[in-house]
């Protein structure tokens, strides 16, 4: 039984450039949420894609985006990166996009932004 | 808005011995409540969560928890620690009403000493 996986696991990137992160669901899971974990922090809940659609998002500008394809699959965008986008980014899935399921996080990309 | 507290930043204490890692918390409406772990260069993953019902809640790995809803808190327990158990701890709270939004705490890193 498939986790959630993340693609790439690391990346380095330089302020101004765009990033796209990816994330594959646990197998039967049909809601992804991003979380952002900077260094000795908690995840902050950057959004949740449920049924392809954005449905909640935390307090991140617009500079963040993201999509969910009808295989349950999701990308996260950040565009005009800065310094303190360097950060853990998690994707964890799970079902119905309810408030009781737990959360099943892949192991995370590492952005660091030059 | 929802909010976690973990007041301490780290917990020490010896192999064999009881462990309490603290977690209180703020949210309208019934919470739903969880805790995770998360080993280093790694995801989260879910220990165990209070939805309704009795107030101590048995986990993975011998952990339990125990929802107080008068102190708003949820406080993280085991009996006999293992050196194995050293890991950062994550208390998270969503609630009832809405899509999923989960809130974590800062963390707690719990180390124990053989």
């Known amino acids: 039984d498939a986790g959630v996986t993340q693609s790439p696991t690391h990346l380095i990137k330089t302020r101004g450039q765009q990033v796209t992160l990816r994330c594959s669901p646990k197998s039967g899971h049909d809601t992804v949420s991003w979380y952002q974990q900077a260094l000795g922090q908690g995840p902050q809940f950057i959004f949740q894609?449920?049924?392809?659609?954005?449905?909640q998002r935390g307090n991140f500008p617009d500079r963040f985006s993201g999509h969910q394809f009808p295989n349950y699959s999701s990308e996260l965008n950040v565009n005009a990166l800065l310094l303190g986008d360097s950060a853990l980014y998690l994707c964890?899935?799970?079902?119905?996009?309810?408030?009781?399921?737990?959360?099943?996080f892949g192991n995370g990309t590492r952005l660091t932004v030059t | 808005a929802q909010s976690v507290a973990q007041p301490e930043d780290q917990v020490n204490v010896a192999e064999g011995n009881p462990l309490t890692v603290k977690c209180t918390y703020s949210v309208s409406g019934n919470p739903y409540l969880f805790w995770y772990v998360q080993y280093p260069n790694r995801g989260l993953q879910f220990l165990l969560k209070?939805?309704?019902?009795?107030?101590l809640v048995k986990g993975s790995y011998g952990f339990e928890a125990e929802f107080n809803k008068s102190q708003t808190s949820f406080h993280l327990k085991k009996p006999s620690a293992l050196v194995s158990d050293s890991a950062l701890y994550f208390c998270?709270?969503?609630?009832?009403?809405?899509?999923?939004?989960?809130?974590f705490g800062i963390g707690t890193k719990l180390q124990v000493i053989p």
């Open positions: 894609y449920y049924e392809e659609e954005e449905r």
């Open positions: 998270a709270v969503s609630h009832s009403g809405g899509y999923q939004k989960v809130t």
């Open positions: 964890a899935s799970s079902l119905g996009g309810g408030q009781r399921s737990p959360l099943h």
């Open positions: 209070y939805i309704t019902g009795d107030n």
